[in-house]
Structure formats: C-alpha cells, structure tokens
C-alpha cells in the first residue's frame, strides 16, 4: 500500500502538505528522510483521531510542562514532585546535565536525594559557558540563601565526556569555597556514553562507590 501511495505521489507534484509535514519531523533528532516520509505517509493513513492525539500531546509538552524553580527539572507543578516530597534525603543534592539523568539515577534505587538540574555542560567550542547554565541558582541552594534545609553533600553526576569532565571541574571548585562536601560518580561509566544510556547496575555502582573530590 505504502509503495503504491508513494509511486502516486512521485507521479504528480508531491501536496503540499505532504512536504510539510515531511520536513517537519524531518527537523527532529536522530530521524533521517526516509524515516520523516514513513511517518508522513503512517499519518495520511491513520484516522483522523490519531493524528489530533498526536498533535495535542505536542502542544501539552510546551503547554502545560514547566521548569521546577528549584531543581529545573521538567514538571506539570512547581515545584517538582522530588523537590516537594518529604520522604526523600534532603541535605543531599545530586547534580545532573539533563532532565532524562533524574530517571536513569532514580531507577538505581541507590539514591534518595534531591537533584540539581544544570541544562547542559559547559563546551566553549558550541559558546556554553558557566553562565548559560543553571550554576548560579546551584550555588544559591548549597549557600543556603533560599533558606531551605542545610546541603550535606553535592553529588556530581556529569556524563563521563569531556564537556561533562569539564564542567565537574569547574563546578567543583565554585563548590569549594562554600565548604561543601563535593563527591564525584565512581568511574566505571561508559567513556563518552551519556548518564541517561548507563544500565541500572553501572549506575548503582557509580553511585555507591562515589568518592570525595
Ligand atoms: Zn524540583
């Protein structure tokens, strides 16, 4: 079916619409053309249903999804579920790149903190700098000038690469002069791997076998 719709279009000018959408998902990572014509093609045949679910779960995404004034994290509330809860250790504060690392360290079970959600890592060569990240709002936290309980301990949990190397280093010597305890992931992830690819174990021992920088 799919070939003969496809031989049609190539037969005439292909609609409009057709390209548009083409294009569209065309934009979005990790999907090539083929793939962004496949999909097109699954919606013109798909019931008219299926394409507004589709299109509305898009439009919720930027609708009604925030940042958590605290931690950054992505949430319908603010703040988050993890910074509101109270079963959760909350002298602890466990700094990650991207929201995806929040469930990849939670699905260890080994960590029961709170999280710090920096929106990047610090790559000169793409112009990120300290200043485009959520470092400041970090500092604040372990500074306690949000008068919330006092941190014990940050936990960096940057992707074992050289902008995630990069940024542990430098975050850990802006910690340094608050006097913070400052411990690092255990080696052992994947070189170059992001945190969010890492498996459960790996993880876990990352994790339990951090050390004091
Ligand atoms: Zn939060």
Not at 18 to 26: P, R, S
Not at 43 to 64: F, G, H, N, T, Y
Request: net charge positive; charged share 30%; glycine share 8%.
């Amino acid at each position: 079916h799919n070939r003969k719709v496809r031989k049609r279009m190539s037969a005439t000018i292909t609609p409009r619409p057709v390209q548009k959408l083409i294009e569209e998902f065309g934009r979005l990572p990790g999907i090539g053309p083929k793939t962004a014509s496949r999909l097109t093609f699954h919606m013109l045949r798909s019931p008219r249903e299926q394409a507004i679910a589709l299109a509305e779960a898009i439009l919720d995404v930027k609708d009604r999804v925030t940042l958590c004034s605290v931690c950054f994290n992505t949430t319908e509330a603010d703040p988050c579920g993890i910074c509101a809860s109270h079963d959760r250790d909350r002298e602890q504060i466990c700094v990650v790149q991207e929201p995806l690392d929040i469930l990849a360290l939670d699905r260890t079970g080994e960590y029961k903190g709170l999280y710090h959600v920096l929106r990047g890592a610090i790559s000169p060569l793409d112009g990120i700098g300290p200043d485009k990240l959520r470092i400041k709002e970090l500092l604040a936290r372990v500074e306690n000038r949000r008068g919330d309980a006092p941190v014990g301990e940050v936990i960096l949990a940057m992707n074992n690469d050289i902008p995630g190397n990069a940024t542990a280093m430098y975050l850990w010597r802006e910690l340094a002069r608050t006097g913070v305890r400052v411990t690092r992931l255990a080696s052992g992830l994947p070189v170059g791997g992001d945190l969010e690819y890492a498996d459960e174990v790996t993880l876990g021992r990352a994790l339990s076998g951090r050390r004091e920088l």
